[in-house]
């Protein structure tokens, strides 16, 4: 029989299955053996598992951003805390205020009942880390009452010391009776207080710390009614005629008055206090002697205050006499001509610049006059 006439069966499929089987066994038992020949993979110096590694990341990415939220917090809430303490424990003085003319209210401040120029020079003593107070809206108070308020600048405290600081600044007075009572203060009580109060930015640590409460109480001397003050004439009083004008107004048409003399006199004024007005205008007021009224006093080139020194003023005096006060207006005058000792009061009743009014008229000066004997 030819191949061509042979016949090919395939073999039985009993056969094929098992000799598949046995080969799919040889490939699975070559795998088994590679696979217990190649160990698992291990981590941190074959101490963990590829799990357990995994596991010690996540646990590490959580550690550290409970870190991060709590020195967030540390910062952010006790900086704030310690950023407020700082400002509660700082002491402010107020060394220097001066206050001068009025100026131009604008802007958001039109609405203030008056303006002015002023300076103010604050020291504020530090015990805890330095800090950047950011500028900011100051609200000044006195007996309870809002007089007004001013902007500060940025101020750069330092920690644990003393910090000086000038602020040139509009005065924005927004209760022209509350200045008022402010004036008169001054010039009636040894201590006046003032509390100044505003929410502050305040940079420290690199974080600036929004809307803190500052409210300190700052006290300033006041001339206390010049009780421990006195005027001293540096000039004796230089007696001239007065021209119509002048006679009419402090004598003719002054009821009562049969005599006056007219003369120029020179007085140093103290300002024991830290306020520097530098225009009080031209101060008018009656004078006494023994509490007897003897004629009239008028600033003729201004009247300048500068805190904690001595000011100058030229006064106009009229010494002016009727019938019920001759006989001590007489007494006054021989001591003068004596070279003695005379001391008047002055007591303020107007001047020149209005803002001051309320101050002068609440004004009673000593005053140890010259005599011309004695010049």
């Not at 809206?137 to 003393?162: F, S």
């Not at 119509?244 to 402090?250: A, Q, S």
Request: charge should be neutral.
């Amino acid at each position: 029989m030819t191949d061509q006439n042979k016949t090919e069966h395939p073999p039985p499929a009993e056969l094929e299955e098992g000799i598949r089987s046995s080969s799919d066994e040889k490939v699975l038992a070559g795998a088994g053996v590679l696979a217990a020949a190649a160990p698992a993979k291990r981590y941190c110096c074959g101490k963990l598992s590829r799990k357990q590694f995994i596991w010690l990341w996540i646990i590490i990415v959580i550690l550290m951003i409970l870190i991060i939220v709590a020195v967030l917090l540390i910062l952010f809430v006790g900086g704030r805390a310690m950023a407020q303490s700082g400002l509660n424990s700082s002491v402010v003085n107020l060394n220097e205020l001066a206050i001068r003319d009025p100026v131009e209210c604008g802007g958001n401040d039109a609405s203030a009942a008056l303006c002015l120029d002023s300076t103010m020079k604050i020291s504020v003593k530090s015990d805890s880390m330095s800090s950047t107070i950011l500028p900011s809206r100051n609200d000044i108070y006195i007996n309870g009452k809002q007089l007004g308020y001013v902007y500060l600048p940025r101020m750069d405290v330092a920690g644990h010391a003393t910090t000086q600081f000038t602020n040139d600044a509009t005065l924005y007075v927004t209760d022209r009776a509350v200045f008022d009572e402010f004036g008169v203060d001054v010039m009636l009580k040894d201590t006046v207080s003032l509390n100044m109060k505003g929410k502050m930015d305040v940079k420290g640590l690199g974080i600036t710390f929004k809307g803190l409460n500052f409210d300190k109480s700052v006290s300033i001397s006041g001339f206390n009614n010049f009780t421990n003050v006195m005027g001293k004439s540096t000039t004796a009083i230089q007696f001239f005629p007065p021209d119509d004008e002048l006679r009419k107004k402090y004598w003719t048409d002054v009821p009562g008055v049969i005599q006056a003399q007219f003369g120029y006199s020179g007085v140093e004024v103290p300002n024991p206090t830290v306020i520097t007005i530098p225009n009080v205008g031209n101060v008018t007021g009656d004078l006494y002697y023994k509490n007897t009224p003897v004629g009239v006093s008028v600033a003729v080139n201004g009247t300048s205050l500068i805190a904690k020194s001595m000011s100058y003023v030229k006064n106009m005096v009229v010494i002016q006499i009727r019938n019920e006060t001759l006989n001590i207006v007489n007494e006054m005058a021989a001591k003068l001509l004596s070279g003695q000792e005379v001391i008047l009061l002055l007591h303020g009743t107007s001047t020149s610049n209005s803002i001051w009014t309320n101050a002068v008229k609440s004004m009673y000066m000593p005053t140890n006059a010259t005599s011309p004997a004695s010049s």
